[in-house]
C-alpha cells in the first residue's frame, strides 16, 4: 500500500535534509526493532525504522507506520547533543483514506528558550498561515512559539506544511554544521541534558500511543518499544 502523499512527501523532505548532515553516520538498532509485524483489531500493523547520528545530534529517528488499509502514521525526532546549543526537531503526521486528521512540526527548546540564531530566524520568518490550527495536548509545554500544529485542507496546505518542516531541518542543518559544543560537565550542557529528559519523559506521557502498542503486541514489549527506541533517555553527558 502506497503512503499518503503527504506522509511520503515529509519522508523524503526528511531524508534529504539527513542525508545534507555534517559528519551524519549509522546508529544501532536491534534487528527486530528495524521492521515490526503485528496485528490490532483483526489489521495488520506494519512498523519501520531507520535511526542515524550526525554532528551535534545524538540520535536521529524516523518511524513510518501503517495500519491495514486505514491508519498512517510517521513520528521523527532529531535529538541534539547536550554539549551543543541545539534544540529538538520533531515532526509527526497522522492520516487516513478521509485525509489528515494532525501534522506537527516544531524545533523545541532544550534550555528556557530557542538558541538566538534559530529564534531570530523563526522570527523573521513566522511561515504560513493555515485554516484549522490544533490545540496542544496538556503535555504541550515542551513545544517552541513557532510550533506548527494543524490539520491541513488539501494538497497546497499539505505541501506547505511540508515547506515549513523543510525550513525547520535546514536551520537544524546549519546549526549542526556552525554550533561549537560545550564542555561536557559546562552547567549549560547539564541543563540541557536535564532539559531533554524532561522533554521525553512529556511525550511519554502521551497514553495513546501506549495503549496502541499493548493492544498489538505486549505491555512489556510497548515499554521497550517507548523507552529504547521512541524517547529514550539521553545518556548523562
Request: net charge negative; with cysteine; hydrophobic share 40%.
Amino acid at each position: 500500500m502506497s503512503l499518503h502523499p503527504l506522509m511520503d512527501a515529509l519522508a523524503s523532505c526528511i531524508r534529504r535534509r539527513w542525508h545534507d548532515l555534517p559528519d551524519r553516520g549509522p546508529l544501532p538498532l536491534a534487528e527486530d526493532l528495524a521492521e515490526i509485524s503485528g496485528s490490532l483489531d483483526g489489521e495488520a500493523l506494519f512498523i519501520r525504522n531507520e535511526l542515524g547520528t550526525a554532528r551535534g545530534l545524538r540520535k536521529l529517528h524516523l518511524e513510518t507506520a501503517r495500519l491495514g488499509a486505514g491508519l498512517q502514521i510517521l513520528h521523527c525526532v532529531f535529538f541534539p547533543d547536550p554539549r551543543f546549543d541545539l534544540p529538538i526537531f520533531g515532526a509527526d503526521v497522522v492520516a487516513s483514506p478521509a485525509g489528515v486528521s494532525a501534522a506537527i512540526a516544531d524545533l523545541s527548546p532544550v534550555a528556557d528558550q530557542l538558541p538566538l540564531c534559530f529564534a531570530q530566524d523563526l522570527a523573521a520568518n513566522p511561515g504560513p498561515g493555515f485554516r484549522e490550527p490544533r490545540e496542544l495536548p496538556p503535555w504541550g509545554s515542551i513545544f517552541s512559539p513557532h510550533v506548527c500544529f494543524i490539520r491541513p485542507h488539501g494538497p497546497e496546505e499539505e505541501q506547505a506544511f511540508v515547506e515549513r518542516v523543510d525550513q525547520f531541518l535546514a536551520l537544524m542543518a546549519r546549526g549542526c554544521a556552525e554550533t561549537l559544543p560545550d564542555a561536557a560537565d559546562a552547567p549549560a550542557t547539564v541543563g540541557r541534558w536535564q532539559s531533554q529528559l524532561g522533554y521525553c519523559w512529556q511525550q511519554k506521557r502521551n497514553d495513546k500511543t501506549r495503549r496502541v502498542l499493548e493492544k498489538a503486541f505486549n505491555p512489556i514489549w510497548a515499554e521497550r518499544y517507548i523507552e529504547d527506541l521512541l524517547f529514550d533517555d539521553p545518556p548523562q553527558p
